[in-house]
């Protein structure tokens, strides 16, 4: 099979490449930009005058459900999601259930998510077993199963000897270790951010010390391991601040901000809207700001669609108990390039967010037109209006805060592996 | 962002909190309510602006008072009632509180009056129901109780007519109460100049001086010079723990004994939304004293739930309408 993308705008931000170029496919792999090779007669063309062409969006967080969760989503459902949001790799965290501690429970994600031949799927593996903070899971029988990472998803491991040895253990065979930051015990029953909304609200709050007192924790130990470590959804203003000083000291860190904590703040709850319970909470305008400038400076390193499909009846609740999460994947490319247009940031710079960046976090080749690499590629519209409908999203996870909003960005073709695995309609 | 209290033309549709109610809507309330009370004093006490109607009380959450006075309010304005402790009955078998809801649709009810732990309970339900069902939050989690926060106002008003030229202090667990978060906002709208709350700060939310009051963890000087003082009730869970030391240390700080009340105004009155933990927030002395006005609270709750119900579902002009039956 031989394509040819014709005409498109194509961005590769690891290579530079920001102009009107033809791309050539065959078996799978690119095989050259600007000019044909030699004899090379597509089977396929593409016209994607107009659009933007670009490497496969790669995501850090998307929860797929499965196993024991596919009430909420499938893997078929959510992998679709991906594709026609232009996401061509994603990292999943492991609260599953059975949790992913096991690399049989990986090895068939895997091999499941492989035969159906949509996005690829890098699981993160449990770090500790049954995610309880107490035994370190079998970290390098795991790897081999095709984990790219250990996470403990959003529990945190409370006793800091058991952090201190997984973090050592870790750095020993060069693992990722993923985590999110916030001191459970401050955190207790928290729903929203602890400020002036969750006090007008009656809402339990969660204070902005609890990232910090966590992300204090982690970098020190860090520091002390020299273990690598990806914090995940990054929330305060105050947590941008620390990574960016451990930068400066040498720390192996990197971090992430999800796309939501971007464009909402704890005034969008308005009346106990629900689609707004969202883990970390959304918390002030100085925070979104910082977070904002974080990702200008390098400080943050990539955006991720937190992903979390929900099913309709957890969120008919009062807001308290309303299951946390929001539908995120159809959503990464428009409120990143969103974002990047009310912050002034140029396409190549807000796609590397979202495509490079989040590949090297993961340690995959993903994220690049680089030549003889897979032929991940997403085309989309860059200027093209949509508006957020539930019903129309691919996720079975219909829960969104940007319901009704028209954003920018539109996805027209999603390629995996040099196969047309998404086209809109 | 709707409001979703009021419909298209600005009328009350249901009473979900304080915040977010005009000022006019506020005194209007007010004002029915005192066409209300003069129905408890009849031989016949009651009106029959809600004939016909239904009115549910859904309580997911115990309360024997409360729950009490919006049955005798819809009583006498003629409602036929039902009470359901849901919590005792359909939670427990796993029904959502929509299912429970719908059912009582479907049994034709008009109105629901609502409590539920969890705050944004009844903003959640309001937002479900059909539109011509009202909802009436009869207390939802840590957020609002707007009936005891206007009950509140109208037995200030009665006491101390000129609201534009007080001083309130708030005692209290505060970070807890929706009762307190009702009061603010009921005396910051109707343009209360001065509103304190003394509180310890475990007890205070966080940012709380953004609803607009004055801070103070004393009662020596949170109390001087204030016209009403309104004490909240402090919880027995809790007494003991990292919230406070124990019963006995709050009672010695903050409770309000004839003493510390000596610091207020000599006229100063003294509210209570009950029930009371005397000898922890409030000495018996001053809960039964001259200056305290909490039974008075309670029988002005009947007028003021009155007022809601027939706004609601009785139209705007439900005042006149009750003086008209007189």
């Given at each position: ?425 | ?32 309510a005192?066409?209300?009370v ?110 005891q926060g206007l009950l509140d106002m109208f037995t200030i008003r009665k006491y101390k007519p000129?609201l534009?030229?007080l001083?309130v202090a708030i005692v ?7 009762v307190?978060?009702?009061e ?42 204030v016209d009403v003082v309104m004490m909240l ?23 309000l004994?004839?003493?510390?009340l000596?610091?207020a105004r000599p006229d100063a009155i003294v509210l209570h939304p009950g029930?009371m ?5 409030i000495?018996?002395s001053v809960a039964d004293g001259p200056q305290s006005v909490i039974l008075p609270q309670v029988t002005y709750g009947i007028a003021i ?22």
């Amino acid at each position: 099979m031989k394509i040819q993308i014709k005409n498109g705008h194509v961005i590769d931000p690891k290579n530079k490449i920001d102009s009107q170029q033809d791309l050539f496919i065959a078996a799978g792999k690119i095989v050259a930009i600007g000019k044909a090779p030699d004899g090379f007669i597509a089977n396929q063309t593409i016209n994607a005058s107009g659009l933007i062409v670009c490497p496969g969006l790669v995501d850090l967080s998307a929860r797929l459900r499965e196993p024991g969760d596919e009430y909420k989503a499938t893997l078929i459902s959510e992998l679709q999601a991906a594709v026609a949001g232009g996401v061509t790799s994603l990292a999943c965290p492991p609260d599953t259930d059975p949790v992913l501690d096991e690399p049989g429970l990986v090895e068939m994600l895997k091999h499941r998510a492989k035969q159906l031949n949509l996005a690829h799927v890098y699981p993160l593996g449990a770090l500790t077993r049954q995610l309880e903070g107490k035994v370190l899971s079998e970290m390098g029988e795991l790897r081999e199963a095709g984990c790219v990472g250990f996470s403990q998803a959003n529990i945190a491991i409370t006793d800091t000897q058991v952090l201190w040895r997984a973090m050592e253990y870790a750095a020993t065979f060069g693992f990722t270790l993923f985590l999110h930051a916030e001191e459970p015990f401050l955190a207790k029953n928290g729903v929203a951010h602890d400020g002036e909304v969750a006090s007008r609200l009656g809402l339990k709050g969660i204070p902005s010390a609890a990232e910090a007192l966590a992300l204090a924790s982690i970098l020190r130990i860090a520091k002390e391991t020299g273990a690598r470590i990806h914090i995940s959804r990054l929330s305060t203003a105050e947590g941008v601040g620390m990574i960016r000083e451990a930068k400066k000291q040498g720390v192996n860190i990197s971090c992430d901000v999800s796309a939501n904590h971007l464009h909402l703040t704890e005034y969008d709850i308005g009346f106990f809207d629900a689609n707004c319970h969202l883990k970390p909470p959304l918390r002030t305008q100085r925070d979104k700001n910082a977070l904002s400038t974080g990702l200008k400076d390098g400080t943050i390193d990539a955006i991720c669609s937190d992903h979390t499909p929900v099913d309709d009846d957890a969120k008919l609740a009062p807001f308290a108990e309303a299951e946390v999460g929001a539908t995120g994947l159809e959503l990464l490319l428009a409120l990143t390039l969103k974002w990047a247009h009310q912050e002034q940031v140029s396409l190549l710079d807000a796609l590397s967010l979202i495509s490079p960046s989040s590949a090297k976090i993961l340690g995959i080749s993903a994220g690049s037109l680089n030549l003889n690499s897979d032929a991940d590629i997403c085309i989309f519209a860059a200027t093209e209006y949509w508006k957020v409908v539930p019903n129309a999203l691919k996720s079975q996870g219909k829960n969104t805060p940007f319901n009704g909003l028209e954003v920018a960005g539109k996805v027209k073709f999603t390629l995996v592996h040099g196969q047309v695995v998404y086209q809109s309609e | 962002m709707n409001n979703p209290q009021l419909d298209a033309d600005g009328r009350l549709r249901h009473l979900l909190s304080i915040e977010g109610l005009p000022k006019k809507i506020l005194n209007q309330i007010l004002d029915t309510a005192e066409s209300f009370v003069g129905v408890a004093e009849r031989e016949v006490k009651k009106v029959p602006l809600l004939r016909g109607k239904t009115v549910c009380n859904l309580f997911f959450e115990n309360s024997t008072r409360t729950r009490t006075t919006f049955e005798i309010a819809a009583k006498r304005l003629s409602a036929d009632v039902i009470s359901l402790n849901v919590n005792t009955s359909s939670q427990s078998k796993g029904e959502t509180i929509l299912d429970t809801v719908d059912n009582l649709i479907a049994m034709h009810a008009d109105m629901f009056v609502v409590r539920h732990s969890q705050s944004g309970a009844a903003h959640f339900i309001a937002k479900h129901v059909p539109n011509h069902i009202h909802v009436i939050n009869a207390g939802d989690g840590r957020h609002s109780h707007p009936t005891q926060g206007l009950l509140d106002m109208f037995t200030i008003r009665k006491y101390k007519p000129d609201l534009h030229n007080l001083r309130v202090a708030i005692v209290g667990d505060v970070l807890h109460s929706r009762v307190a978060r009702s009061e603010i906002h009921a005396l910051t709208t109707l343009g209360v100049p001065e509103v304190r709350v003394i509180a310890p700060k475990t007890l205070l939310p966080a940012h709380v001086e953004k609803l607009g009051v004055h801070v103070f963890h004393d009662m020596k000087s949170g109390l001087k010079d204030v016209d009403v003082v309104m004490m909240l009730r402090l919880q027995n869970e809790r007494m003991n723990g990292a919230m406070l030391p124990s019963a006995q240390e709050y009672f010695k700080t903050y409770g309000l004994t004839q003493d510390k009340l000596n610091l207020a105004r000599p006229d100063a009155i003294v509210l209570h939304p009950g029930p009371m933990n005397r000898g922890v927030e409030i000495d018996s002395s001053v809960a039964d004293g001259p200056q305290s006005v909490i039974l008075p609270q309670v029988t002005y709750g009947i007028a003021i739930r009155m007022a809601v119900m027939a706004m609601l579902a009785g139209g705007q002009n439900a005042s006149s309408q009750a003086g008209n039956q007189a």
